[in-house]
């Protein structure tokens, strides 16, 4: 167990007996080896200097007792405590192993816990309902797949956030490298981008697009000038979803064809027409979905049937090798092989598009041969079809290299969609296409309700300008590729790290029985390493299509310190899955 303490304040109790009040205390005994502690947390009225004011609002401060058995020792960073002490945690940032007291995990009460790197906002206290109680309304008033969907077997109950941090209702703070599902680019509550929401609020909320209104137009310039010629024409929506349902209405009017491709893993939404380009079991139900979808193999160098040590655009490869010569790649034209095989065998001689993301998300941050795009794209246009790049995920400058995935395979897509980053937590999506393909569209009559609010264009423009001004692009290409090497090095030391991928801060570690087979760890496993990893104090993803990748996405305001922190979490996470082994 490790006690971290920053701005503390030591008082000596028994003058004082007044400041805890006995219906308000809370009593935690722990016994751990040689010493037994007790704490006891009280409440006093704050002496902060904003709440402390006439008319600032009623607030108390917590106050934490510690009471040792003599010749106890309790080890921190700023003290050792001896005897019977107290200290008031009004303005200290208490972190309990993970800022979680004693939760029941493989890393209980140890004391070489990983140390989280100091934060300065602080968080309001949380004074809603009782998990119990949120517990209690969430099984009976939201929908079954609420509870289905709910990571850990332990939930954090998520109470606010501020950049790369988030506190729970007890004031436990996490780094965040999951950033919503890959949703919060700029950071949680980022300061520039709430100010912006905030005076939109005050001018105008909502109307819809049957109306001018000058937000609009504003972000649709802006983001257009984000992308190359002709990509200039642009439909705004409220998700990823329904953005990719829109490019295969507009892909099949505008080819006059039908058939679209993408690969097999892929997730492009939840809607019953989307559902038919997903290609994962998980995320299907057993109804008739969009016809017209073929799933082709996807170019997966390190799981699938090829793959080597040179084949992708990452800082790290691969640990296959192979016999390929520098700008030649045989796992490329086995996978474009295959591509073609379908086109004689599964398809028609003419075909509406060909989906694909970047980088594949939800597929397992699955990357592909280098020239892959490339040769895909040139296959598909020579069939009539026309080529649609998924940026949900990889958009916004996330790869760093580019402000956009397709940018790193040197391709020109005729179609991009976007959503997640695009308001960092806003519900907003856009399509961006060509004249010529846009034109398809007039066929008929399309209206979007709530896509290109007022509100959503401020908070989007905003999101734009601060990745800009902040730097954020040119931080995921340095603190991404740092997270990429030291996670390297652990896959070097550990059997069971079967994969590090990625670019920039859209990483994923593939976890494997071996580095031989390469079977997926089985879901048991990765979910202990998960568990233990959330009760460290951090929060990642899983994802794959046999659950198998940690996914590793943050807001793109992370730095070098919090990937030491993370690096030394997932270390112990995955010692401690070795020794449960």
Same mark, same amino acid.
């Given at each position: ?19 805890? $009040? ?7 005994? #722990? ?5 037994? +502690?007790?704490? *006891?947390? %009280?409440? &006093? ?104 969907? $709910? ?7 998520? #109470? ?5 941090? +988030?506190?729970? *209702?007890? %004031?436990? &703070? ?408």
């Amino acid at each position: 167990m490790q006690l971290s303490l920053a701005q503390h304040t030591w008082r000596d109790c028994s003058p004082r007996p007044q400041t805890h $009040t006995p219906n308000t205390d809370v009593t935690r005994k #722990h016994s751990c080896g040689v010493w037994r +502690l007790q704490l *006891v947390i %009280g409440w &006093r009225p704050s002496t902060h200097p904003t709440y402390g004011r006439k008319g600032a609002g009623r607030r108390r401060d917590p106050v934490l007792f510690i009471m040792f058995s003599p010749g106890s020792v309790l080890v921190g960073r700023s003290a050792c405590l001896r005897g019977k002490t107290c200290f008031s945690l009004a303005l200290t940032r208490f972190h309990l192993g993970s800022g979680a007291a004693c939760q029941k995990s493989a890393f209980k009460c140890q004391t070489d816990l990983p140390e989280m790197p100091p934060c300065d906002f602080q968080p309001q206290e949380y004074v809603g309902m009782s998990k119990e109680r949120l517990m209690e309304i969430r099984r009976r008033n939201c929908n079954p797949m609420t509870m289905k969907i $709910t990571n850990y077997k332990r939930p954090v109950f998520i #109470h606010q956030g501020f950049m790369q941090w +988030l506190w729970d *209702v007890d %004031g436990r &703070r996490y780094l965040d490298l999951f950033a919503g599902v890959a949703t919060v680019s700029v950071g949680h509550c980022h300061p520039k981008v709430t100010a912006a929401a905030e005076q939109q609020l005050k001018t105008l909320w909502h109307t819809t697009n049957i109306y001018v209104h000058p937000s609009l137009q504003e972000y649709c310039e802006k983001l257009a000038s984000h992308l190359p010629d002709p990509l200039k024409v642009i439909y705004l929506t409220n998700s990823g979803s329904e953005a990719n349902d829109l490019a295969m209405l507009m892909a099949r009017l505008h080819t006059g064809n039908y058939d679209i491709i993408t690969f097999r893993g892929s997730y492009h939404g939840g809607s019953q027409q989307t559902m038919g380009l997903t290609s994962n079991s998980s995320y299907k139900y057993p109804i008739a979905t969009s016809s017209g979808c073929t799933h082709i193999m996807c170019p997966d160098v390190f799981r699938g049937l090829w793959g080597g040590s040179h084949c992708r655009d990452s800082p790290i490869q691969t640990v296959r090798e192979c016999a390929c010569t520098p700008g030649h790649c045989e796992a490329n034209e086995n996978y474009i092989g295959q591509l073609k095989e379908t086109f004689a065998t599964s398809l028609p001689n003419r075909v509406a598009g060909f989906f694909a993301e970047p980088i594949q998300g939800m597929g397992g941050v699955v990357q592909y041969p280098r020239n892959y795009f490339k040769d895909a794209y040139r296959l598909v246009r020579e069939r009539g079809g026309i080529c649609i790049a998924d940026e949900v995920q990889t958009g916004f400058g996330r790869t760093g290299s580019h402000f956009w995935g397709f940018q790193g395979h040197d391709v020109l897509p005729d179609m991009v969609t976007m959503a997640k980053g695009i308001g960092n937590g806003f519900p907003l999506g856009a399509l961006v296409t060509t004249p010529e393909i846009a034109a398809s569209f007039g066929k008929a009559f399309h209206f979007n309700t709530f896509g290109g609010s007022p509100l959503a264009c401020t908070v989007a423009s905003s999101v734009l300008d601060t990745i800009h001004h902040d730097g954020f692009q040119e931080n995921s290409v340095g603190v991404g590729t740092y997270l990429l090497e030291e996670l390297a090095k652990l896959r070097d030391q550990y059997e069971i790290i079967g994969d590090v991928r990625g670019k920039g801060l859209q990483v994923g570690v593939e976890m494997v029985k071996d580095k031989v087979s390469r079977e997926p760890l089985p879901l048991e496993a990765m979910s202990e390493i998960f568990e233990d990893i959330k009760d460290m104090g951090v929060l990642i993803g899983k994802t794959g299509v046999y659950g198998q990748t940690f996914r590793i996405q943050p807001p793109m305001c992370i730095t070098k310190e919090d990937v030491d922190f993370f690096v030394a979490v997932f270390n112990k996470a995955i010692r401690g899955q070795m020794h449960r082994q």
